[in-house]
């Protein structure tokens, strides 16, 4: 339970917490039609996010994305700010045109 409250304290991501917030409810005797009440969730996240927790622990309530690769290298993110910052407006297109 302590590993699930310092979760709770740090955790500056809406999703980990409302997921975290839930289990602890859980945890705490709350009845599942409060927590999705006080929560705005339904019962089959808080069944979800219970599950997880017991199997995975805190680990299973991070999110997984981790986003994808980007398309420029740094060296070319670089030469692309640094042309936008030489300009007084920008055009979607003209980017486009000079990426």
Do not use: C
């Amino acid at each position: 339970m302590k590993e699930l409250i310092d979760f709770i304290q740090g955790n500056p991501d809406k999703r980990e917490l409302k997921r975290a917030l839930a289990v602890q409810m859980v945890m705490e005797s709350y009845t599942h039609s409060q927590i999705t009440e006080i929560l705005h969730v339904s019962l089959g996240f808080v069944n979800k996010w219970k599950y997880i927790f017991v199997e995975q622990g805190v680990a299973g309530l991070k999110l997984k994305y981790q986003g994808s690769r980007g398309y420029l290298d740094s060296k070319q993110k670089q030469t692309v700010i640094e042309w936008l910052k030489q300009k007084d407006y920008w055009h979607l297109n003209e980017l486009k045109e000079y990426i």
